[in-house]
């Protein structure tokens, strides 16, 4: 696989910082309570993301080991506040309706996780790649997170009422304790899906006779 195209896999699918690394659960479980807030937290780390990447990876050699974290602080705190302001200006009700959580991307521990043990360490090109993958399946989770919340919590999507005119409105799915429940729900399905897919998985040549094999293969941990 091309190396560009295998960050964008491992944002998006292998290490998804919501669904397998748990990561920014914060934003997560707040504001996902409709589908226009979930995808505009989602791009707005999303830039951030690739922006700080980028910056960070750049001036990987410059900037002091011992203070590292705090020149990356600044660094993502400065992009979250252009990014802030252009909200407010170019996109004031979705600003006003994430509210402080814009704000709170600065310390969002998946932007600091990434520059610290990717962008410090490879090239502006890849990192930008890493921040694009990661974002992208951040934007995702929160998406597929207040859809189900808001269509069961609202019977709305995009605020257009879906649900037949008798359905009744599952009003917990707006609240935190539906955030929780959504999101159980759609790592139980993923890891079930993992587990399908990998219990499928065998050695070339393997016959299936695990009990006579002398390979130490995955399947045959599993069999033990």
């Keep these: 696989m091309n190396k560009y195209v295998e960050r964008l896999y491992n944002g998006i699918v292998k290490e998804n910082p919501t669904f397998i690394l748990i990561l920014g659960m914060c934003p997560t479980l707040a504001v996902t309570t409709s589908v226009s807030n979930g995808i505009g937290m ?28 705090p ?18 200006a170019y996109v004031p009700a979705l600003s006003a309706s994430l509210g402080l959580y814009i704000p709170l991307i600065v310390v969002n521990c998946i932007i600091l996780g990434r520059a610290e043990s990717y962008a410090a360490k490879n090239s502006p090109v890849l990192s930008i790649f890493d921040g694009i993958g990661m974002g992208l399946g951040f934007t995702i989770a929160l998406t597929c997170i207040s859809f189900f919340r808001e269509l069961i919590g609202n019977g709305t999507v995009f605020g257009m009422n879906i649900m037949p005119a008798g359905y009744q409105p599952v009003a917990i799915f707006t609240r935190a304790p539906g955030a929780f429940l959504v999101l159980g729900g759609l790592i139980t399905v993923l890891n079930a899906f993992n587990i399908k897919n990998n219990s499928s998985k065998k050695v070339e040549g393997c016959d299936g006779d695990c009990c006579h094999c002398s390979s130490a293969c995955d399947n045959k941990k599993e069999e033990a």
């Design 42 to 69: 989602g791009l707005s780390t999303t830039i951030v993301l690739v922006m700080s990447n980028f910056i960070i990876s750049i001036m990987r050699n410059i900037i002091p080991d011992k203070v590292r974290i």
């Design 71 to 88: 020149a990356y602080i600044v660094i993502i705190a400065s992009l979250v506040t252009i990014v802030e302001f252009l909200m407010k």
